[in-house]
Structures are given as structure tokens and as C-alpha cells.
């Protein structure tokens, strides 16, 4: 009878459990840029049609925040150091990241008190991933009129550090086991060039709850000259021991060309590109990072020959204490135009003139070309200017905006932290649309069609006419000396006791001193000294 109802136990639990619904993947990819660096972008994929309840693998607190906020896509980016185009080339469609720290939220509904939601998200945030990101309320918070329904916010002075790396770090389901264990501050944040990225977006099912997708990527590009033949234990200062055991998908891609080979002794996968190398890291024969010998044939003596490549550069023309202009420069070296979307932000303290917005495009002869331009004004205190134009790059043309503008005088309150190393402007972004661009991808293999090529610009540095914030301090100072001066005499003068003496006395005791030596009168003013 205890055997029977035993086995109707174990019959009956996993009818009640439900199958969890959620599909894990991770995958590095190891190539070398236009330059000869090396890149490596770790992409960790979760998907999952479980409710917060019945997760386990995504993070319930972004299940929290997604049905708390209404939230139907969120990115937050992160990244040290400048993208180098000219050197690099494009970056990957669906990696592509701006210089220092770039947020955008959607809402689901567009109506009620959004930004209210984006104040309170943003904190969140904040603390979640140990960043500095509260200098976006409200100074650098838009949203774009192109993109309806997102919201918008960047800061070029904040880089990615060790607290964020482990706080990202923290969302994956195996964090010291698969290719997680490769990610060791160290190794990251002493390179070229290094970023994070946490997306999330929700699909939703007529108002009910939907799948959601998070996609956590870490990119770095590392010196080639460090690296002239390597193993990926060697790149990373790590070895791969353990296999992620949630995972259904375990990846090594590695790119190929003429400046960079790899010898393998494990079995690959078929690609449809050849010089693609997909390794299963799943086979416990893959785990041995060492069996993967990569040879940067770098010659300092030789010229690589860069690809040609749409590039944006951003810089100060005629600035001075007050103000000056701001240009911005664009080169399209292809034999076709593209049409594309720029999109610049402008901190409130700096007063920008629109009427002298120009877009002038250059080839043979230098004209000014029509644009189509939606402008978000500023308000002090409250957000920064936005500008959006849709812009047409003729073939083999080189390209300028510029605009005038001139450093807002700030009350003391208004000024932001540190405001004597200036204020960062957010660099500029040029979007060109898939469809024109099929021969602007970096990595072909993986570029998703339905995504834009995004290129960004250098933030730029611009100072503000500060007050001397010493002042106070100076005033503290000198005041306090004056009273410790004066405090003696005047205290002395109201607290001793006046003693009348009778004139004979005094000019008997005047006479007695005028016989005193130096020595004497020495030691006399030092026993009254010390007698009171």
C-alpha cells in the first residue's frame, strides 16, 4: 500500500510543475579589424515565455520593471573609450555603441505620465548597475520625434568600470562556468577600447504578457601589437574549465583573412562562409582554449589597405570664452548616395542659434543642400535641444553641418559637478538605412536587415564661463585672521579691571624703569606676559 501511494506521488509532480519555457545561448567571435587589433564580442541570448513567477533563468527584477513600467524595449550601453572608424571600420549592426554611456527606453503606452516612469527608471537603473547615469534628469533626456514613444538620454564623460562589469555580469545564469568565466575585469578594461550592452524587449499579446528577449554583449578590441600569435587563454588571462549547463548553444566563430589565421585541432562546423570557423564548445574536446592558435601576421612595415568607409567627425571651429561653432564632418567616399538620419543633443547650458543651421555638401563644387529637420527646443533646466534632420550624402562628397552657439551664464545652483573641467555634448549620430548600406557591414554574416547602420561621433568638451568658487573660502579665511588678530586686544580691553595709581607713584615707577637695562625690561615684559 506505501509502495502504491509512492508511486502516484511521483506520477502526480510533474504534472504540476510546469516546463520552463526559457532557451539560453552564448557565443564569442574572434577577429581582427582593418588595422590588424583583434575584436572579441561575447553575445549571451535568453529567451523566455515564462511569467516572473515561473522563471528561472531571466532576471525577475527586469520582469519586475517591465511590467511595473510598461516597458516594451530597454538599452542601456556603456563603453571606454572612442570607436575608431577610420582604423575599424564600421561596427557590428546589432553591437554598434557611442562613447561613454547611452540609455533609451519604450513605453507601451505613450500617454500616461511617461516621464515620470523614465525619472524613476533611470534611478533604478542607477543603482542596479553602480553607474553615474542621474546627470540624465534633466539635462540630457529628449525624446525624438523620428522615433515615437522612445525616450531618450546620453552622457559622453561616463565609462564603463569594474562595478558595472559585475553588476552585468550578474544577469547571465552561469556566471563562473561557460564563456562568462572568460570575463575578468583585468584583461577588459586595460584594452583599446571596450563596451557592455544590456538590451531587453518584450513582445506583447493583446495587453496580456508576452516573450521577452535579453541580449547582454561585451565588445573589446586589443592591441595587435601585444598579440602576434596568441591562444584565447593568453587573450583573455582565463581558461575554460566548465561548460555552461543551461546552455543549448555554445559557440566559438572566428573570422578569417590575410592578416589573420587560426589552426585548430577540434572538429568545426560547416558555415556558408568560408572563412568562418564555428567551433561547438559544448564537446568537451573544445574546452581546451590552447588547442586554438591564432597568427596575426603583422608586418609594422606594412600598409593595410583600409576598405573605404562613411565617417563622421565632430570639432570646434572658432571657439573662444563666449561661444563659437560646432562642425560636424561627413565623408562619403562610395559612387552612390545614401540617404540618411543625423541626430544631434545639445546640453541646455549651451545657447545653439538655429538660424545658422547650415548643411553644405562639397564634391567638385560646394552647394548647399536642402534637409528635412525636426528640432526638439531646449528648456532651461528642464531638457536639452535635439536636433533631427533626414539629409541626402551625394556620391564621393564631403559634407558639413555647423551651427553657432554660445556658453549659457549659469546661476551657482545650475552648475554642474566638477563644472570647471567643462561640459561633455553627446556625440552626433549618422543612421543609414540597411537597405543602402548592404556593402557598409563589417560582419556580413551576422548583420540583421532589419536594423540600420548607426555611426557615431566624438563627444566633444566645452567650457563654461564659471565663477571663481574659491571666493567664499577666500572670504572665510581672511576673516577668520582678522578677528584672531584683533580678538586679543579687544578681549583684554573688556575683561581686565582698570587700576587708577596716584601720580606720585607713576612717576616714581617711571624712573625706576628708565634705570632698568634692556635685559631687565627683557625679562619684566615676559613676567607680565606670562603673570595675566
Avoid at 73 to 93: A, D, E, P
Avoid at 287 to 309: C, E, G, I, M
Avoid at 326 to 332: A, K, R, S
Avoid at 472 to 482: A, E, H, K, Y
Wanted: net charge positive.
Amino acid at each position: 500500500m506505501v509502495l502504491i501511494l509512492f508511486a502516484l506521488l511521483f506520477i502526480s509532480i510533474p504534472s504540476l510543475v510546469k516546463p520552463s519555457k526559457e532557451v539560453f545561448a552564448e557565443n564569442l567571435f574572434v577577429s581582427s579589424l582593418n588595422n590588424g587589433d583583434i575584436i572579441t564580442i561575447f553575445n549571451f541570448t535568453l529567451s523566455s515565455q515564462n511569467n516572473e513567477d515561473n522563471s528561472i533563468y531571466m532576471p525577475w527584477l527586469f520582469l519586475h520593471l517591465f511590467e511595473q513600467f510598461s516597458l516594451e524595449n530597454f538599452k542601456l550601453t556603456i563603453s571606454q573609450g572612442f570607436w575608431r572608424t577610420n582604423l575599424w571600420g564600421y561596427q557590428h549592426v546589432n553591437t554598434g555603441v557611442a562613447s561613454g554611456t547611452e540609455l533609451s527606453v519604450k513605453f507601451f503606452d505613450k500617454t500616461k505620465n511617461t516621464y515620470q516612469k523614465w525619472h524613476d527608471f533611470i534611478h533604478l537603473i542607477n543603482g542596479l548597475f553602480c553607474t553615474s547615469i542621474l546627470g540624465l534628469l534633466p539635462q540630457f533626456s529628449v525624446q525624438p520625434k523620428f522615433n515615437d514613444g522612445w525616450w531618450y538620454g546620453s552622457l559622453g564623460g561616463e565609462s564603463v568600470c569594474t562595478e558595472n562589469l559585475q553588476s552585468w555580469k550578474r544577469l547571465l545564469p552561469c556566471k563562473n562556468s561557460g564563456l562568462a568565466s572568460l570575463l575578468k575585469p583585468t584583461s577588459l578594461l586595460s584594452t583599446r577600447f571596450h563596451s557592455i550592452t544590456i538590451e531587453m524587449n518584450k513582445q506583447n499579446r493583446n495587453g496580456h504578457f508576452g516573450n521577452f528577449h535579453l541580449n547582454l554583449i561585451s565588445k573589446t578590441v586589443y592591441n595587435y601589437q601585444s598579440f602576434k600569435e596568441f591562444t584565447l587563454q593568453n587573450l583573455f588571462n582565463s581558461k575554460l574549465f566548465l561548460r555552461c549547463p543551461v546552455s543549448i548553444q555554445s559557440q566559438l566563430l572566428i573570422k578569417k583573412s590575410k592578416y589573420f589565421d587560426v589552426s585548430s585541432f577540434v572538429t568545426t562546423q560547416n558555415s556558408q562562409d568560408s572563412d568562418l570557423v564555428v567551433i561547438d564548445l559544448n564537446n568537451s574536446s573544445s574546452l581546451n582554449l590552447n588547442k586554438f592558435r591564432f597568427l596575426a601576421k603583422v608586418d609594422n612595415t606594412q600598409r593595410y589597405t583600409h576598405s573605404p568607409t562613411i565617417l563622421l567627425h565632430s570639432f570646434f571651429k572658432s571657439v573662444s570664452q563666449v561661444g563659437g561653432r560646432i562642425c560636424i564632418q561627413i565623408n562619403n567616399p562610395f559612387q552612390q548616395s545614401f540617404n540618411a538620419r543625423f541626430m544631434q543633443m545639445i546640453p541646455w547650458q549651451i545657447r545653439v542659434f538655429l538660424h545658422t543651421l547650415t548643411f553644405v555638401c562639397s564634391n567638385k563644387s560646394k552647394e548647399s543642400m536642402d534637409f528635412f529637420g525636426e528640432y526638439t527646443l531646449a528648456r532651461d533646466g528642464m531638457r536639452p535641444l535635439l536636433i533631427e534632420l533626414d539629409i541626402l550624402l551625394p556620391a564621393n562628397s564631403k559634407c558639413k553641418i555647423e551651427f553657432g552657439f554660445e556658453a549659457a551664464f549659469l546661476k551657482i545652483s545650475e552648475f554642474p559637478p566638477d563644472a570647471n573641467s567643462g561640459i561633455h555634448v553627446p556625440g552626433a549620430v549618422l543612421s543609414i538605412s540597411q537597405d543602402d548600406s548592404t556593402n557598409l557591414s563589417l560582419f556580413s554574416t551576422f548583420t540583421n536587415k532589419s536594423a540600420n547602420q548607426k555611426i557615431f561621433g566624438e563627444p566633444l568638451l566645452i567650457l563654461l564661463p564659471v565663477p571663481d568658487f574659491s571666493m567664499p573660502f577666500n572670504v572665510i579665511c581672511f576673516v577668520c585672521s582678522t578677528i584672531a588678530i584683533f580678538y586679543g586686544n579687544i578681549f583684554a580691553l573688556s575683561t581686565k579691571l582698570m587700576k587708577l595709581f596716584p601720580k606720585e607713584e607713576k612717576l616714581l615707577e617711571n624712573e625706576q624703569e628708565s634705570t632698568l637695562t634692556v635685559k631687565q625690561k627683557i625679562f619684566k615684559c615676559f613676567c607680565n606676559l606670562f603673570s595675566r
